[in-house]
């Protein structure tokens, strides 16, 4: 349970926000007409935000702000909207730390196997999503969880963001989505960097913006329980990941539908 919903339950749930913290103020707009738009469509909401993208194409792509100053607007975040805040971490000392304002903490694709981090991040009781690493079966993530489960820590999430698929590519194969779920953990699909194409731009990854709502529809048809998007109020001017990020000013029409699919395929007989 979470801010008295159920990631997983009768209700679609979606992660959402900037990918990296560029200023307090953008997150703040993003976070409000979100809220707005699935309270209004009664959609479980979650504000994502990174204080730090470690992995990033180049020495010289925008990370974020740091552990301290993007956990204290997180925090404000948190409070100002009522909302629950999912974050990454990279590092083990990171986990005890983010877990005092995060409800969610998120490890990365690229550090999916990463025992020492994932221990850590479980350890602090807190609800727990590992992203599918790019390089994995959708079979392999049962070991991952494990690790969670074994450090006395059953609050597990399962993203699937896409596997590699030749060079510079992935590939999104809607069967992991049951194939995880069959293993007992709710999978979220992140729609946004599934369509991302690493190092598409030499020192930096590119995007197919045009195909998020195509795998959006997908994963739910497919049962996902909840969607990851990253949204920006202008994507074109974002420091990280514009190109797979949608326009904050586009998301609701998207967001009912969505919903809708997710209801008949989730109704009860």
């Known amino acids: 349970m979470l801010n008295n919903f159920e990631i997983g339950g009768d209700k679609l749930t979606i992660m959402a926000g900037p990918c990296a913290i560029e200023t307090k103020e953008i997150c703040e707009i993003v976070c409000e007409k979100l809220k707005e738009i699935t309270n209004k469509l009664d959609i479980n909401y979650i504000f994502k935000a990174s204080f730090d993208k470690a992995n990033r194409s180049s020495l010289n792509s925008y990370r974020g702000l740091g552990i301290e100053k993007g956990l204290e607007i997180l925090s404000s975040i948190k409070k100002t909207y009522n909302v629950p805040i999912v974050t990454d971490i990279h590092e083990s000392y990171q986990a005890k730390i983010a877990a005092e304002v995060a409800d969610i903490l998120q490890i990365p694709a690229f550090l999916c196997?990463?025992?020492?981090?994932?221990?850590?991040?479980?350890?602090?009781?807190?609800?727990?999503?590992?992203?599918?690493?790019?390089?994995?079966?959708?079979?392999?993530?049962?070991?991952?969880?494990?690790?969670?489960?074994?450090?006395?820590?059953?609050?597990?999430?399962?993203?699937?963001?896409?596997?590699?698929?030749?060079?510079?590519?992935?590939?999104?194969?809607?069967?992991?989505?049951?194939?995880?779920?069959?293993?007992?953990?709710?999978?979220?699909?992140?729609?946004?960097?599934?369509?991302?194409?690493?190092?598409?731009?030499?020192?930096?990854?590119?995007?197919?913006?045009?195909?998020?709502?195509?795998?959006?529809?997908?994963?739910?048809?497919?049962?996902?329980?909840?969607?990851?998007?990253?949204?920006?109020?202008?994507?074109?001017?974002?420091?990280?990941?514009?190109?797979?990020?949608?326009?904050?000013?586009?998301?609701?029409?998207?967001?009912?539908?969505?919903?809708?699919?997710?209801?008949?395929?989730?109704?009860?007989?």
Do not use: W
């Open 113 to 269: 196997r990463q025992t020492d981090l994932l221990v850590n991040a479980a350890k602090t009781g807190k609800i727990i999503n590992s992203k599918k690493g790019q390089f994995l079966s959708p079979y392999q993530m049962k070991s991952i969880a494990k690790k969670v489960e074994d450090s006395n820590n059953n609050k597990i999430l399962i993203t699937d963001r896409g596997s590699s698929f030749g060079y510079n590519n992935l590939v999104s194969d809607m069967r992991g989505i049951k194939i995880i779920q069959d293993m007992g953990y709710p999978v979220i699909f992140d729609a946004t960097h599934s369509v991302q194409i690493p190092g598409g731009n030499g020192d930096s990854s590119s995007g197919e913006r045009e195909f998020v709502p195509v795998l959006a529809r997908a994963a739910v048809a497919s049962g996902a329980k909840g969607l990851f998007f990253e949204i920006h109020p202008h994507p074109e001017c974002a420091l990280c990941d514009g190109e797979n990020m949608l326009p904050l000013d586009e998301v609701e029409e998207l967001f009912v539908t969505l919903n809708e699919i997710f209801k008949v395929v989730n109704k009860k007989c």
